[in-house]
T-cell receptor, first 110, second 115 residues
Framework: ELKVEQNPLFLSMQEGKNYTIYCNYSTTSDRLYWYRQDPGKSLESLFVLLSNGAVKQEGRLMASLDTKARLSTLHITAAVHDLSATYFCAVEGNNNDMRFGAGTRLTVKP | DTGVSQDPRHKITKRGQNVTFRCDPISEHNRLYWYRQTLGQGPEFLTYFQNEAQLEKSRLLSDRFSAERPKGSFSTLEIQRTEQGDSAMYLC?????????????FGPGTRLTVL
């Protein structure tokens, strides 16, 4: 069964610092997605990664995928308060179901 | 583009009652997904449709849960004989499966409270 693990689950950062969130998954897949969720809101799509070595960047966020290691990373550069949210990775299984990680709750402090 | 809409946004019901939620996907999207999300957790996949066909339903939580998508447009999720453990946010998402993968766009969710 496909399992998706994120770490850390909680992350408190200072503004201006860099950090990386990790997403590991248990079975072969080459489709991985990153979402953002603000408190009380729904999920917003951030990145779609569809092949080994894929790298996507948007502003201060950069996501990458290593399908051989079954690992994706979400790197945060020079964090700002507006990035405070919960970030989820999701992996598409063989049955086209989507398995989400438990989420990383990010707080950026001044 | 009006996005994915869900109705109602909030539902309070008494244990044992039946509830039905509606989801209207983005109009050109051919796939529609239902998820449940409890506090502090990621969305939990329940079922999905491609057009009007329900292609995966083995992860519906029990036989009290059922979903339909008549004519491949809107979808409904019904929970019969609700239990307090059914209290959660129910999310709907739609996608257009293609070369760009299966990027899903989520609706605002229906928050269910079972008393």
């Amino acid at each position: 069964e496909l399992k998706v693990e994120q770490n850390p689950l909680f992350l408190s950062m200072q503004e201006g610092k860099n950090y990386t969130i990790y997403c590991n998954y248990s079975t072969t897949s080459d489709r991985l997605y990153w979402y953002r969720q603000d408190p009380g809101k729904s999920l917003e799509s951030l990145f779609v990664l569809l092949s080994n070595g894929a790298v996507k960047q948007e502003g201060r966020l950069m996501a990458s995928l290593d399908t051989k290691a079954r690992l994706s990373t979400l790197h945060i550069t020079a964090a700002v308060h507006d990035l405070s949210a919960t970030y989820f990775c999701a992996v598409e299984g063989n049955n086209n179901d989507m398995r989400f990680g438990a989420g990383t709750r990010l707080t950026v402090k001044p | 583009d009006t996005g994915v809409s869900q109705d109602p946004r909030h539902k309070i019901t008494k244990r044992g009652q039946n509830v039905t939620f509606r989801c209207d996907p983005i109009s050109e999207h051919n796939r529609l997904y239902w998820y449940r999300q409890t506090l502090g957790q990621g969305p939990e996949f329940l079922t999905y449709f491609q057009n009007e066909a329900q292609l995966e339903k083995s992860r519906l939580l029990s036989d009290r849960f059922s979903a339909e998508r008549p004519k491949g447009s809107f979808s409904t999720l019904e929970i019969q004989r609700t239990e307090q453990g059914d209290s959660a946010m129910y999310l709907c998402a739609s996608s257009l499966l293609g070369l760009a993968g299966n990027e899903q766009f989520f609706g605002p969710g229906t928050r269910l409270t079972v008393l």
